[in-house]
């Protein structure tokens, strides 16, 4: 079977899984609008516009999709049974199209499911309008089951996109000067992943963050010049064929007080006893106390200030997150990220970011970038 013909089967091998899942939810109809929820199940890629694209799922029905009429061509090499519902550019006429493709599946009157943090308002009064008699519900514990088990090709792009976000830091690295700007190195560091193979739509903006900055978990790139004494956090990643990697390395300029090299350990060792506890049937929660345990014990658990990990792989945030209070079990090829943090306000931050897939007897990290508070200079 040729990698064509093999990517159309995994898409028909999805949809069955759905049309399971769907039943098991007492779930009707999934729509979709343009997002990774889409790609997974379809292939096709389309912008957020001001022209709705809406994809319908059923279990007993061929997908169907309302689109704009120059995105139409976009259809005409899928390998899988579709109905196209395009329409023309006067707004008037787009409600017939939505109308016309909930006829076709069946929407009037039944429990439809929607992605809650990507359906827009926009397509939803479409939608509303065109199946007045549907009930539109939140989709979300349904896709978190369609997508949080990655298979074998899906964990290969996230091992390459691992790859290549490693290789690009180390090069951008290899260009560090002291007094050179947040911003200069996260641009640098940007260009040095396109250079190693990342797809153009980079995994998200590269968090570079020194001295007090380093303190701010989501820290935005400033005008600040890097300087002795700082602890430089770096949170960056690659993508390659849409999956996604995350990392994040703690790095020391010059030397620094004695008092922060302290808080590196602590992190790095809460980071190894967080994929420790990584295992099938383990609760995500687990992961999450494992890691912040060490810390806690250390004196510094006020500084550790946000779950221990998020789910990964066509998005940089989704299913299952590493919290406490969640007991969802782990299961084989669930992607996440373990990344303890220490934050001490004014002072400086230390996270250590890893990938990590459940396997059937333990856990593989995808990422094996040293780990210690390496020192630039």
Same mark, same amino acid.
């Given at each position: 079977? #040729?990698?064509?013909?093999? %990517?159309?089967?995994?898409?028909q091998a999805r949809h069955?899984? =759905?049309?399971?899942?769907?039943?098991?939810?007492?779930?009707?109809?999934?729509? =979709?609008?343009?997002?990774?929820?889409?790609?997974? *199940?379809?292939?096709?890629?389309?912008?957020?516009?001001?022209?709705?694209?809406? @994809?319908?799922?059923?279990? $007993?029905?061929?997908?169907?999709?309302?689109?704009?009429?120059?995105? @139409?061509?976009? &259809?005409?090499?899928? #390998?899988?049974?579709?109905?196209?519902?395009?329409?023309?550019?006067?707004?008037?006429?787009?409600?017939?199209?939505?109308?016309?493709?909930?006829?076709?599946? +069946?929407?009037?009157?039944?429990?439809?499911?929607?992605? /809650?943090?990507?359906?827009?308002? =926009?397509?939803?009064?479409?939608?509303?309008?065109?199946?007045?008699?549907?009930?539109?519900?939140?989709?979300?514990?349904?896709?978190?089951?369609?997508?949080?088990?990655?298979?074998?090709?899906?964990l290969a792009a996230m091992?390459?996109? @691992?790859?290549?976000?490693? %290789?690009? =830091?180390?090069?951008?690295?290899?260009?560090?000067?002291?007094?050179?700007?947040?911003?200069?190195?996260?641009?640098?560091?940007?260009?040095?992943?396109?250079?190693?193979?990342?797809?153009?739509?980079?995994?998200?903006?590269?968090?570079?963050?020194?001295? /007090?900055?380093?303190?701010?978990?989501?820290?935005?790139?400033?005008?600040?010049?890097?300087?002795?004494?700082? *602890?430089?956090?770096?949170?960056?990643?690659?993508?390659?064929?849409?999956?996604?990697? +995350?990392?994040?390395?703690?790095?020391?300029?010059?030397?620094?007080?004695?008092?922060?090299?302290?808080?590196?350990?602590?992190?790095?060792?809460? #980071? %190894?006893?967080?994929?420790?506890?990584?295992?099938?049937?383990?609760?995500?929660?687990?992961?999450?106390?494992?890691?912040?345990?060490?810390?806690?014990?250390?004196?510094?658990?006020?500084?550790?200030? $946000?779950?221990?990990? $998020?789910?990964?792989?066509?998005?940089?945030?989704?299913?299952?997150?590493?919290?406490?209070?969640?007991?969802?079990?782990?299961?084989?090829?669930?992607?996440?990220?373990?990344?303890?943090?220490?934050?001490?306000?004014?002072?400086?931050?230390?996270?250590?970011? +890893?990938?990590?897939?459940? &396997?059937?007897?333990?856990?593989?990290?995808?990422?094996?970038? /040293?780990?210690?508070?390496?020192?630039?200079?």
């Amino acid at each position: 079977m #040729n990698t064509y013909s093999a %990517q159309q089967s995994s898409y028909q091998a999805r949809h069955s899984k =759905l049309a399971r899942i769907l039943y098991n939810s007492g779930l009707d109809a999934l729509v =979709l609008n343009p997002g990774p929820s889409l790609i997974y *199940l379809t292939g096709l890629h389309f912008h957020l516009m001001e022209r709705p694209v809406v @994809a319908f799922f059923t279990p $007993h029905n061929p997908p169907a999709i309302v689109l704009p009429e120059l995105e @139409a061509g976009k &259809t005409t090499q899928l #390998n899988f049974a579709i109905q196209i519902f395009p329409y023309g550019e006067d707004p008037d006429t787009w409600l017939a199209a939505f109308r016309q493709a909930a006829r076709a599946v +069946d929407l009037d009157q039944h429990q439809v499911g929607v992605e /809650p943090g990507r359906l827009r308002f =926009l397509e939803l009064r479409f939608l509303e309008a065109a199946a007045e008699g549907a009930r539109f519900i939140s989709a979300e514990e349904t896709l978190a089951a369609l997508r949080m088990q990655k298979d074998e090709n899906e964990l290969a792009a996230m091992r390459k996109a @691992a790859q290549i976000a490693q %290789q690009g =830091l180390q090069a951008a690295l290899a260009s560090f000067k002291m007094g050179m700007t947040e911003r200069e190195l996260a641009g640098e560091l940007t260009i040095q992943l396109l250079r190693a193979g990342s797809d153009s739509e980079l995994a998200f903006t590269p968090i570079v963050s020194g001295g /007090p900055n380093s303190a701010n978990p989501h820290a935005t790139p400033t005008e600040r010049p890097l300087q002795a004494g700082d *602890l430089l956090v770096i949170d960056w990643g690659a993508t390659y064929d849409g999956y996604l990697s +995350d990392i994040t390395r703690t790095f020391a300029i010059g030397e620094v007080e004695p008092e922060l090299v302290r808080i590196a350990q602590i992190v790095m060792e809460a #980071n %190894q006893a967080g994929r420790a506890a990584v295992h099938p049937g383990a609760l995500a929660e687990d992961v999450d106390h494992a890691a912040r345990a060490v810390i806690e014990k250390a004196g510094y658990g006020k500084f550790f200030i $946000h779950r221990t990990g $998020h789910g990964l792989g066509m998005e940089g945030h989704e299913p299952p997150y590493m919290r406490a209070g969640n007991t969802l079990k782990l299961s084989a090829g669930m992607t996440f990220t373990v990344e303890p943090g220490i934050y001490i306000p004014e002072r400086g931050g230390v996270r250590v970011e +890893d990938d990590v897939v459940v &396997t059937e007897s333990g856990a593989e990290t995808l990422t094996d970038l /040293p780990r210690d508070l390496k020192k630039l200079t």
